[in-house]
C-alpha cells in the first residue's frame, strides 16, 4: 500500500515562493510517474507537474512553466515542487499523486492511482 504525505503549503504574498514536499513509501519506486496536481475551489482539479522517477524527464503546465520546478530527492522517496513568483491565482490545494505509468504527457488525474490527502496554498494579493 502506497503512501503519500505532503507537506509545506501556507498563505505567502504574491511574488513570493514555497516549496511543497510529498513523502513517499510502501513500495520501490522505479520507472514510474510522480505529479503534482491542484484544484481551486468551484474547478477543476489540473495537473501541474509530472516527473519519471527513473530519467528525471519532466513536464509543466504552461500556467506554471518557468516558475514551478519538480523534482526528487536522491537518497529517499520524497518528491518536491518548489514555487517561485508564486500569483493568487496559484491558489489551490496541491496533491501529489502516483502513477503506474512512465510518460510524462500523462496528465489526467485517471491515469494516477494514490494520491496524497492535499495541502492548502493560499497567495495574498
Known amino acids: 500500500q502506497v503512501q503519500l504525505v505532503e507537506s509545506g503549503g501556507g498563505l505567502v504574498q504574491a511574488g513570493g515562493s514555497l516549496r511543497l514536499s510529498c513523502a513517499a513509501s510502501?513500495?520501490?519506486?522505479?520507472?514510474?510517474?510522480m505529479g503534482w496536481f491542484r484544484q481551486a475551489p468551484g474547478k477543476e482539479r489540473e495537473c501541474v507537474a509530472t516527473l519519471n522517477w527513473s530519467d528525471l524527464s519532466t513536464y509543466y503546465s504552461r500556467s506554471v512553466k518557468g516558475r514551478f520546478t519538480i523534482s526528487r530527492a536522491n537518497t529517499k522517496s520524497t518528491l518536491y515542487l518548489q514555487m517561485n513568483s508564486l500569483k493568487p491565482e496559484d491558489t489551490a490545494t496541491y496533491y501529489c499523486?502516483?502513477?503506474?505509468?512512465?510518460?510524462?504527457?500523462?496528465?489526467?488525474?485517471?491515469?494516477?492511482?494514490?494520491w496524497g490527502q492535499g495541502t492548502q496554498v493560499t497567495v495574498s494579493s
Open positions: 510502501g513500495r520501490t519506486f522505479t520507472n514510474v510517474l
Open positions: 499523486a502516483l502513477s503506474s505509468y512512465s510518460e510524462i504527457y500523462r496528465t489526467s488525474e485517471r491515469d494516477f492511482h494514490s
